[in-house]
Each structure stands twice: as C-alpha cells, then as structure tokens.
C-alpha cells in the first residue's frame, strides 16, 4: 500500500479558540485586522509541512488515518508559542503533527491598528494513507492552484482548499479545468 500525507487539506482555521486557556491564551485574540502570516505565505506553509512533516510508521502499519487539528498563538515577535493538539486522532499522529508545528520559523505576527498582537491560530493537518485511488491528490497541481488565487482572490482558493480537502480535485484535472469548474 502506497503510503501518502495529505497535507493540502489545510484550509487555515484561525477562528478555532482553544479550550483550556491558560493567562497567555486569554490575552491572545482570535481576530485581528492583519492576520498572522507564514513567511512566504500558504503555499510555503504547505510546502513546509510537506517537507518536515513524517507519517509515523506505527500509525501507517495500523493503517491509522485522520486530521489533527494543532492551535497555537502567533506571538507578537511572529514566534509560536503555546502549541497543542486541540483536536487529535491518535498518539503518534498528534505528536508529529506538533513536532512540526513547534519547529515553524517565525510568522509575520497578526496586527491591529498598526500595532503587532498575538492570535490564536489553529490548524489541520491531515494523514491520510492511499493506493492507486482516482481522487488521489497532485500536490504540485494543488500549491500552484492555490499560488495563483491567493494573489487574486483568497475566497477562491479557500474554496478550492476545502474541494482539495473533500477530494473534490482528482490527479486528472487540469489546472484550467479546476479554475473553470469550481467557482
């Protein structure tokens, strides 16, 4: 069995407020006028996590699947801090879905007013194990597509995100036919 991580089912949820909140979590916001972003944005995000992210082999043996939901706060010097798993799936899956959150480089922090304030931040991370399915995913096609709209328009490609997570977005389309399909 080919073993695959999906990792563009990545459909930023910043919104996602922790549960336990500890002092440093109350005093960061869920919203703020500019948003925390990831140096080079959601297609380096992806890329990042395509790079450090390691499907645990425990979990591939068990064939264990699923999305881990990782929340975190974007300090105002764009350093995590505060990372945890809000939503796991299993041991393995959840600790390396941290792991890699942990070792993020430093964001460019959320701002209000022109000032830098820290943001709860959440967000999925899905392993997936697949064969030879039709809806596999091409993960190059995927970060172009989002590439492109995120320069134009950021509610397309949270959409396309979302049919990419779905597996609305199969490895034969091409990328015009997705772009004229799926608006």
């Not at 043996?61 to 809000?86: L, P, Q, Y």
Request: net charge positive; no cysteine; proline share 5%.
């Amino acid at each position: 069995m080919k073993r695959t991580l999906l990792l563009l089912t990545f459909a930023l949820v910043a919104v996602m407020p922790f549960s336990a909140a500890s002092q440093e979590q109350i005093k960061a916001l869920t919203f703020s006028e500019e948003m925390p972003d990831f140096p080079g944005g959601v297609a380096a995000l992806m890329k990042f996590l395509e790079d450090n992210l390691v499907y645990p082999p425990e979990a591939a043996e068990k064939g264990i699947s699923g999305k881990v939901f990782i929340g975190f706060i974007v300090d105002t010097d764009g350093s995590i801090t505060n990372a945890k798993v809000v939503r796991g799936v299993e041991t393995t899956l959840d600790n390396e879905a941290l792991r890699v959150v942990k070792i993020m480089p430093k964001w460019k922090p959320g701002r209000n007013k022109g000032e830098a304030v820290p943001v709860s931040y959440s967000i999925p991370i899905v392993y997936k194990l697949s064969g030879d399915t039709p809806a596999q995913i091409d993960l190059d096609k995927a970060r172009e597509i989002i590439k492109t709209l995120n320069q134009t328009d950021k509610a397309k490609a949270e959409r396309l995100l979302k049919l990419v997570e779905e597996g609305d977005v199969s490895k034969t389309d091409s990328l015009g036919k997705i772009l004229k399909l799926k608006k």
